[in-house]
């Protein structure tokens, strides 16, 4: 469905970044990668499905390096048809404990990467009439959790930067959306159940009960592959008029 069409997906070198990656290159699309984490085993899993892969290691705080890793992949591919801002970091602390650097950080890459990534590729696609803008938000655009301020603001300020570009590009083949996860479990989020289990004595099974029970009714994660699939949804003929969405995938977290 989508040979011929190139993908660009941030922070997609593990985890949900990765599962959208190799959903979008299951479907024929080539991909262009990027992220901090193994990049060979990443590139390879994405290459068994047969299309072209490459890698840009553009740290998404620093606007400069999105505008190289833009250029690098129009350079390559022609153009990115398909736009997935994945990319983002956490840090969890009350308010007026907030570390600054923390804050600007998570802003910056979980917020402004998706702006400058999005105004870079969007000439593009407007001139080609097609093209698809998936920003990866969260539930946490949709609804707070306490000690996570950063993180909050930042995803709700994707979704409502994705709301503003569905509306600018509402006459065009270009569409945007984001999907709102709830509990996927990446290595980060395995990171807090390990902390969990350590801080409680508990084990690590006990441990992913409770966090899942706190939020997620369906005490289960969702998986990479499953958004991976949703990405694609927007990707097809299927998805030509859904604009401006934020799609939880949160196990009943928001129906609460």
Same mark, same amino acid.
């Given at each position: 469905m989508l040979k011929?069409?190139?993908a660009l997906v941030t922070g997609s070198t593990s985890g949900i970044g990765l599962g959208i990656a190799k959903a979008l290159a299951r479907q024929g699309a080539n991909v262009m990668l990027n992220g901090f984490g193994n990049v060979e085993a990443a590139q390879a899993e994405v290459a068994a499905f047969g299309t072209r892969v490459s890698y840009h290691g553009a740290d998404m705080s620093q606007p400069e390096q999105i505008e190289a890793m833009m250029a690098a992949a129009a350079s390559e591919f022609g153009r990115v048809d398909i736009l997935v801002n994945n990319a983002g970091i956490q840090?969890?602390? /009350?308010?007026?404990?907030?570390?600054?650097?923390?804050?600007?950080?998570?802003?910056?890459?979980?917020? =402004?990467s998706t702006f400058h990534t999005t105004r870079l590729a969007l000439p593009a696609m407007k001139e080609a009439n097609w093209g698809r803008i998936i920003n990866v938000a969260s539930v946490h655009g949709l609804?707070? =959790?306490?000690?996570?301020?950063?993180? $909050?603001?930042?995803?709700?300020? $994707?979704v409502g930067l994705t709301? $503003?570009?569905?509306?600018?590009?509402?006459?065009?083949?270009?569409?945007c959306n984001a999907i709102c996860p709830g509990w996927v479990l990446t290595p980060l989020v395995q990171q807090q159940v390990d902390a969990k289990a350590a801080a409680q004595g508990i084990s690590n099974e006990q441990a992913t009960r409770q966090l899942?029970?706190?939020?997620?009714? =369906? !005490?289960?994660? %969702? %998986?990479p592959e499953e958004l991976g699939e949703l990405a694609v949804f927007f990707c097809s003929p299927a998805g030509n008029n859904v604009r401006g969405v934020a799609w /939880? !995938?949160?196990?009943?977290?928001?129906?609460q």
């Open positions: 011929n069409k190139t840090h969890v602390a /009350n308010i007026e404990e907030f570390p600054l650097e923390r804050w600007n950080a998570i802003i910056a890459i979980n917020l =402004s609804v707070g =959790s306490a000690g996570k301020a950063a993180y $909050v603001a930042a995803k709700h300020g $994707v709301k $503003v570009t569905a509306l600018e590009t509402a006459t065009s083949g270009v569409t899942l029970g706190e939020k997620e009714p =369906s !005490m289960q994660f %969702t %998986t /939880n !995938m949160d196990g009943g977290w928001t129906a």
